[in-house]
């Protein structure tokens, strides 16, 4: 059994506070408005969850999701991560999230931005190319011919393997595109952003990416 702490309790968050519940885990969830409006939340969760603040959420994590609009990952507490996984699912909306220039000129990635406010975090890429809504339906058995596929990518192989892991009990393959630095070929407006697509079509599209769009 482990300890989810997640920040940030949008349609994202929700959903993989779900999952992961479902599967035995515990959750600690936070978002930016406090604890008191997650009580719906939680109370749908069970006993397996609790509100708390984001800084409470980083601390009881064992492993850790950041969900939260690109715009405010600086507000990502740093030190109770340190040592520990953090599954990002951001993506980069300039509509909401302002203009960022690394970003729009292809020097870095959305991920990569979130490891560099977490150095001491190992930082992976999660669930940030799949319809929220989709999460806890669009899952099926291992060997599935039509197993829809998620992008993991990290900097670090524990990280990567245990979000394989990960998909794999929620029902989906996993198609590495590690490191970091490659995590651009599935963010916002590629080729397999959004697309259920099976192992084999997302290693396609995947490889289809181009730099900037």
Same mark, same amino acid.
């Given at each position: 059994?482990?300890?989810?702490?997640?920040?940030?309790?949008?349609?994202?968050?929700? +959903?993989?506070?779900?999952?992961? %519940?479902?599967?035995?885990?515990?959750?600690?969830?936070?978002?930016?408005?406090?604890?008191?409006?997650?009580?719906?939340?939680?109370? $749908?969760?069970?006993?397996?969850?609790?509100?708390?603040?984001? +800084?409470? &959420?980083?601390? @009881?994590?064992?492993?850790?999701? %950041?969900?939260?609009?690109?715009?405010?990952?600086?507000?990502?507490?740093? $030190?109770?991560?340190?040592?520990?996984?953090?599954?990002?699912?951001?993506?980069?909306?300039?509509?909401?999230?302002?203009?960022?220039?690394?970003?729009?000129?292809?020097?870095?990635?959305?991920?990569?931005?979130? +490891?560099?406010?977490?150095?001491?975090?190992?930082?992976?890429?999660? #669930?940030?190319?799949?319809?929220? &809504? $989709?999460?806890?339906?669009?899952?099926?058995?291992?060997?599935?011919?039509?197993?829809?596929?998620?992008?993991?990518?990290?900097? #670090?192989?524990?990280?990567?393997?245990?979000?394989?892991?990960?998909?794999?009990?929620?029902?989906?393959? @996993?198609?590495? %595109?590690?490191?970091?630095?490659?995590?651009?070929?599935?963010?916002?407006?590629?080729?397999?952003?959004?697309?259920?697509?099976?192992?084999?079509?997302?290693?396609?599209?995947?490889?289809?990416?181009?730099?900037?769009?």
């Amino acid at each position: 059994m482990t300890t989810y702490g997640i920040i940030g309790a949008g349609h994202i968050g929700s +959903q993989v506070a779900r999952v992961v %519940v479902g599967l035995g885990h515990d959750v600690v969830i936070a978002n930016s408005r406090g604890p008191h409006t997650l009580v719906d939340l939680v109370a $749908e969760l069970g006993d397996r969850a609790r509100a708390a603040t984001a +800084q409470e &959420a980083a601390e @009881a994590a064992d492993v850790a999701v %950041v969900t939260v609009p690109l715009h405010a990952i600086g507000s990502i507490p740093v $030190e109770p991560l340190a040592g520990k996984v953090v599954l990002d699912t951001n993506n980069y909306y300039w509509e909401r999230d302002g203009r960022i220039d690394a970003l729009d000129r292809g020097e870095t990635t959305t991920s990569a931005l979130l +490891q560099e406010h977490l150095p001491k975090s190992k930082v992976v890429k999660a #669930f940030n190319h799949i319809v929220a &809504a $989709e999460i806890t339906t669009d899952g099926k058995p291992a060997g599935a011919p039509d197993r829809r596929a998620l992008v993991v990518s990290s900097d #670090f192989p524990e990280a990567a393997r245990l979000v394989t892991e990960l998909y794999d009990a929620a029902g989906y393959d @996993a198609v590495d %595109v590690s490191p970091l630095s490659e995590s651009w070929r599935i963010e916002r407006d590629r080729p397999g952003y959004g697309v259920p697509l099976t192992r084999t079509e997302l290693e396609d599209a995947l490889a289809k990416a181009t730099r900037t769009v």
